[in-house]
């Protein structure tokens, strides 16, 4: 696995509260570390700064928010579900491997304009864009 390290660090440095960016930033640029990172991943949506919770069907949230932004395609996982982090995938597949797996997962689309994060519990699933 070769994580980005780049399109991390913006997720980091723009959707996750500012207390708690250096730290991770310091875990993801080692592979010893990272672990460090994911594994907080399941109970993290405290963590999310100005995300908003998705109370209704999350296929069709998404899907619109990526219509209106003009993002298609493939998107960056970073999850604690080892066969799913650090990848670059297709939006279905990534969705539909994500979803209800009840494993920490951050989605990122675009080039971190839109982050869906789906956490451990059932309703534990929040998105936000980019400066909005």
């Given at each position: 696995?070769?994580?980005?390290?780049?399109?991390?660090?913006k997720?980091?440095?723009?959707?996750?509260v500012?207390s708690?960016?250096?730290?991770?930033?310091?875990?993801?640029?080692?592979?010893k570390?990272?672990?460090k990172f994911?594994?907080?991943?399941?109970h993290?949506?405290?963590q999310?700064?100005?995300?908003?919770?998705i109370?209704?069907?999350?296929?069709?949230v998404?899907?619109?928010?990526?219509?209106?932004?003009?993002l298609?395609g493939e998107?960056?996982v970073?999850?604690?579900?080892?066969e799913l982090?650090?990848?670059?995938?297709?939006?279905?597949?990534?969705?539909t491997?994500a979803i209800g797996?009840?494993?920490g997962?951050?989605?990122v689309?675009?080039?971190?304009?839109?982050?869906?994060?789906?956490?451990?519990?059932?309703?534990?699933?929040?998105?936000?864009?980019?400066?909005?």
């Open positions: 696995m070769n994580p980005d390290l780049n399109i991390e660090s997720v980091i440095e723009n959707f996750i500012k708690k960016r250096e730290r991770y930033l310091q875990f993801i640029k080692k592979e570390t990272r672990k994911t594994d907080e991943l399941a993290f949506s405290d999310l700064e100005l995300f908003e919770e109370k209704t069907n999350e296929w069709a998404i899907d619109e928010r990526l219509k209106r932004l003009g298609t998107c960056y970073i999850s604690e579900n080892k982090d650090g990848k670059r995938m297709e939006t279905e597949k990534a969705l491997q797996m009840g494993m997962t951050l989605i689309f675009g080039n971190a304009e839109l982050v869906f994060y789906e956490g451990e519990g059932p309703s534990d699933r929040w998105i936000k864009e980019l400066n909005k």
